[in-house]
Nanobody, 117 residues
Framework: QVQLLESGGGLVQPGGSLRLSCAASGFTFSFNVMTWYRQAPGKERELVALIGTTGGSTNYADSVKGRFTISRDNAKNTMYLQMNNLKPEDTAVYYC??????????WGQGTQVIVSS
């Protein structure tokens, strides 16, 4: 069974940094597009950043441009989200998603990020 497992969330002060990881298992191929989403309490899930198959194509939500960096290591079947200069409004559950032409869309279970002093 193909699974995505997020890690790296936690409590951080405003201005701090966190690095989220999304590790894929249960298959021998790479996802095409991989994406980080987040959902804050009482709000809809929103796209944070996405990355193409080779990592050469990325896109970010305006709210995180210049602060977050998405990357992937296909040899390790892992995607990352480096989050710098975190703000209280970044508080949310962060989810990773992978899309494969072979198996469709797969979601992780989420990791909580809390930005608070």
């Amino acid at each position: 069974q193909v699974q995505l497992l997020e890690s790296g969330g936690g409590l951080v002060q405003p201005g701090g940094s966190l690095r989220l990881s999304c590790a894929a298992s249960g298959f021998t191929f790479s996802f095409n597009v991989m994406t980080w989403y987040r959902q804050a309490p009482g709000k809809e899930r929103e796209l944070v950043a996405l990355i193409g198959t080779t990592g050469g194509s990325t896109n970010y939500a305006d709210s995180v441009k210049g602060r977050f960096t998405i990357s992937r290591d296909n040899a390790k079947n892992t995607m990352y989200l480096q989050m710098n200069n975190l703000k209280p409004e970044d508080t949310a559950v962060y989810y990773c998603n992978g899309i494969s032409s072979a198996i469709g869309s797969v979601w992780g279970q989420g990791t909580q990020v809390i930005v608070s002093s």
